[in-house]
């Protein structure tokens, strides 16, 4: 079958946005034009220039070149978007398997305990996570993780608490197959579809939230290049300049968009094939 | 009262859902439609409503209810003339809305009365349907009913839009015996008392023996047999009120097994060019392969090859 | 009572939520690298300033026992002093809270009125013009930045077009020349007890652009999810059955289908409250809104963590009484819950 036929029009061309921005994430230094300025070095001599053909889409208070430091700031959110969500799935998916396949009083403890996680508004414990970790990519993906863990964990007990009464599982669990062996070969196997879709259309919003925090000033520090610290960095100039804080707004748009739309699809392709 | 002739429901061009329903019901009488389940019953009444799925196409020789054609107008009188006594009461009151503010939106819609009036109407309406506590029922949220009362619940709504002719759509399916009959005891009474015209769809025998003065019998979209009931039970022209009437309980001798009938209804989609039913016919003949002629005898008529008195 | 149990249930699971969520601020806070000592000490501190510092703090206290004095501190609104201005939180934030508080629940209500209509009108159009239109912006306001579209709408009403204020909750002449009484801090309330409808139109004004801003999101979710609710509910035999009576197509998609999703219009609510809440921090710095989201922002980049910690837990409760009330209320509206 053919991709368009399974993704659909829409979700094609997202998966296309998505490729083209990982592609040019992973060759910044050969496709960006002034691939020194996309690092930071500055140019001051040709500060605030308005998109022309030398400078695609602009250049910012320090001259450099917003095409290179959009495509390297490609970099930085892409690889934040991605990690949270599989720093999240590392920790909830482990913690999600066990409560539901034991249950009992340690399945009932867990529950309470996502429960005040998630009773906390997601953005607000991030940014008091990253409030208390300071600023740096590492810290805050850590910081986003930490608030997002707990819907992967509850995702995942959900789906073990259904296969564990699949036939086929309790077969294994008749023939004596260790609840090791039947987790891992028997049980994680059938819930990693639905968790895989769920975490495609969360790097949209991971992405999101990630950009916010580098907004508020909590993210990778200049020089680096990174969307929400340049479009924090461009309002002051907005709309005269508008073009500083556009370029790297809209980048987060379409990433984020990209990233839903071809979740949506994905899931689509998943309630076809069920 | 309402006429029909010849009246075709295709859906999406190819799905004939009812494919040749012929109708008389005269004012002040019950009429029931008779048939299993996919015969086209409650396409008909739907036909009569103005109420068809998206992509129904509608075509009759005759469809008309005291001279207005219902071919083009069918909206104008429903609500108005024309109410549904639907099936499964529990399913056809909203869960959420109270009883009171229920008949209450179908009373302002048809008058300009206040309020307050509406209300006694409203109370009158249900204390009519033989609900013994009316402000308790208004009161109420659907699921605080039993089905029975519920049931007289839909009865005052369709009543509340001052139709004089309801369509009953299987009114006593979801109900246990002996409710039902209560119900059935009630629009024979509500006929009497009120001159309200019924159409009846079910798919019980019983039903029609009960309360009904007229009857069709439909298979596959198609009118096979109509006239008085009491000549329909006694002597059944068409085989297939024959098996319909055998299937009844107290009509087999003990012992005797129900004679159910092999094989199924056409597919709406197949196109019937002799008899509709003459692949389960038990008494079907080389010429049941062309289309069967109508026959008549008194106020009734069927369609079927086999003269009345081999029948 | 099947109702007065379910409530009970809801509250006693609040009430744990609530101790939970103060372990992890406190927890937090814990893991703070830098020293809160050396902060509350001043700008150059000497180790004996520091030492002082760590008394008055209790900093060298056994960890069980300062839990317990933050929770107790917490639980009686005394949640200190900042460590950078040195002024009471529990006073700042009596007057931030309620213009965080009146944004939120601006912006949720915009929410609702936008998103609910479009989405019932989405699905009795199903497939048509407007349906698409509906579902395309549904998609673009999720996936827009918060703090971006905040920055769009001011560039474009305020200094491009000119038409709304740019910054703030009120204009000068309501707020220092002939300023109107603070009663509750809610702008809207405040200027209407005062009678001074001029005023009551420039806060208005104010809040248009930051609850628009904190709307789309919500809307776009409320829309989807009335649209898919909808769409379910007109397919059932009630509201063929309405049809029948002849009520009219309004009366039908509004009266009769619309009060059926009341759950997804809850879920809207306590989602979008939720939303404007944290949205606040970003929001509230673009249109300069002295409210939580600024006071926090200003906290964080000072690492002021008490104060951090306080707003913390205030949006936690305001989060937790919301979900409470909505618990409440769909148990009211939709008898048939509570017995679930």
Not at chain 2, 249 to 270: S, T
Request: one cysteine or more; charged letters at 15%.
């Amino acid at each position: 079958m053919s991709l368009v036929k399974r993704l659909g029009l829409p979700g094609t061309l997202c998966l296309c946005v998505v490729v083209v921005f990982a592609l040019a994430a992973m060759l910044a230094p050969f496709v960006a034009p002034y691939a020194a300025q996309g690092i930071g070095t500055p140019n001051i001599s040709a500060k605030f220039q308005p998109p022309s053909a030398a400078y695609w889409l602009g250049t910012d208070h320090l001259g450099r070149d917003m095409l290179s430091r959009v495509i390297y700031g490609a970099r930085v959110s892409m690889t934040t978007g991605v990690l949270i969500v599989a720093v999240s799935l590392l920790i909830g998916l482990p913690v999600g398997l066990l409560a539901g396949y034991f249950g009992g009083w340690a399945d009932e403890g867990f529950m309470r305990i996502t429960d005040i996680f998630l009773a906390f508004p997601a953005l607000l414990l991030a940014v008091l996570m990253a409030a208390a970790l300071g600023a740096g990519m590492l810290n805050c993906i850590i910081s986003v993780a930490v608030t997002w863990w707990p819907w992967y964990a509850r995702l995942a007990r959900a789906e073990v608490l259904v296969l564990r009464n699949q036939p086929y599982v309790e077969a294994a669990r008749l023939m004596g197959v260790s609840p090791p062996r039947i987790l891992l070969r028997h049980i994680l196997p059938a819930a990693l579809r639905p968790l895989g879709v769920q975490a495609a259309l969360d790097v949209g919003p991971a992405l999101l939230t990630a950009s916010a925090l580098s907004f508020l000033g909590l993210g990778v520090l200049p020089p680096t290049a990174d969307w929400g610290q340049m479009v924090d960095a461009g309002r002051p100039f907005f709309p005269a300049r508008w073009w500083y804080a556009v370029s790297p707004g809209v980048a987060i748009f379409l990433l984020a968009l990209a990233f839903s739309v071809l979740g949506d699809a994905l899931r689509a392709t998943g309630r076809r094939d069920a | 009262m309402l006429e029909v002739r010849g009246l075709q429901v295709v859906i999406n061009s190819d799905l004939q859902v009812v494919r040749k329903v012929d109708l008389s019901v005269p004012k002040g009488t019950i009429h029931g439609l008779i048939g299993e389940s996919g015969c086209g019953k409650t396409m008909t009444g739907m036909a009569i409503l103005g109420l068809l799925p998206k992509g129904a196409g509608l075509q009759a020789g005759t469809f008309t209810f005291e001279g207005t054609d219902l071919l083009s107008g069918a909206a104008t009188l429903r609500g108005r003339r024309i109410a549904l006594v639907s099936q499964d009461p529990a399913a056809a009151l909203n869960p959420v809305l109270r009883v009171g503010r229920q008949m209450d939106d179908v009373l302002r819609t048809h008058s300009n009365v206040a309020k307050p009036a509406r209300r006694a109407q409203a109370a009158a309406l249900l204390a009519a349907t033989g609900l013994p506590d009316p402000d308790r029922v208004l009161n109420a949220y659907p699921h605080q009913l039993s089905g029975g009362m519920q049931q007289r619940v839909v009865i005052a709504q369709a009543l509340a839009t001052g139709a004089d002719f309801l369509i009953a759509d299987e009114p006593t399916t979801a109900l246990d015996v002996t409710v039902g009959a209560q119900v059935l005891a009630l629009l024979r009474r509500l006929v009497a008392q009120r001159g309200l015209t019924i159409l009846m769809i079910t798919h019980d025998m019983d039903v029609v023996a009960e309360v009904c003065d007229r009857a069709s019998v439909l298979y596959a979209g198609i009118t096979v047999e109509e006239g008085p009931t009491e000549a329909l039970l006694r002597a059944p022209r068409h085989p297939y009120t024959k098996a319909l009437l055998a299937a009844l309980p107290d009509a087999r001798p003990k012992g005797q097994r129900l004679a159910a009938l092999e094989g199924a209804i056409p597919p709406p989609r197949q196109i019937i060019q002799g008899c509709a039913f003459a692949p389960r016919c038990p008494m079907a003949m080389p010429v049941c392969a062309t289309p069967p002629p109508r026959r008549t005898e008194g106020e009734r008529f069927w369609l079927c090859h086999l003269e009345a008195r081999d029948a | 009572m099947a109702l007065a149990r379910y409530l009970l249930r809801r509250l006693v699971l609040s009430v744990f939520v609530v101790l939970g969520v103060t372990m992890l601020v406190f927890t937090v806070a814990q893991v703070v690298p830098s020293d809160p000592a050396a902060l509350y000490a001043g700008p150059r501190p000497t180790a004996a300033l520091i030492a002082k510092a760590r008394e008055t703090l209790h900093l060298d206290a056994p960890l069980p026992e300062r839990f317990l004095t933050f929770a107790h501190a917490m639980a009686t609104a005394d949640f200190g002093v900042s460590y950078k201005s040195r002024r009471a939180i529990s006073q700042d934030l009596a007057v931030y809270l309620p213009a965080t508080l009146e944004l939120a629940i601006f912006s949720t209500g915009l929410a609702l009125l936008i998103g609910i209509p479009s989405g019932v009108i989405a699905a009795a159009r199903r497939g048509g013009l407007l349906d698409r239109l509906g579902g395309l912006s549904s998609i673009v306001a999720v996936a827009m930045p918060t703090f971006f579209l905040a920055m769009l709408l001011q560039g474009v009403f305020c200094q491009w077009l000119g038409l709304l204020p740019l910054s703030g909750r009120i204009g000068k002449e309501f707020s220092v020349i002939d300023p109107v009484p603070f009663v509750t801090g809610f702008m809207l309330i405040d200027t209407a007890l005062a009678a001074r409808f001029d005023a009551f139109r420039d806060a208005m004004a104010h809040l248009i652009l930051p609850g628009l801003t904190l709307a789309a999101y919500p809307a776009g979710v409320a829309m989807r999810l009335t649209r898919s609710a909808m769409i379910e509910i007109l397919e059932r035999r009630h509201i063929l059955a309405a049809r029948a009576l002849g009520l009219s197509e309004a009366r039908i998609l509004f009266g009769h289908a619309l009060p059926n999703a009341v759950g997804p219009a809850l879920t809207v609510i306590g989602l979008s409250f939720a939303y404007a809440l944290t949205g606040a921090v970003l929001v509230e710095i673009v249109f300069a809104w002295p409210g939580l989201g600024r006071y926090v922002s200003e906290a964080i980049l000072s690492k002021d963590f008490p104060v951090i910690a306080a707003a913390a837990l205030v949006v936690t409760l305001c989060y937790v009484a919301m979900n409470l009330i909505l618990d409440m209320v769909q148990a009211l509206v939709d008898p048939r819950v509570a017995l679930t």
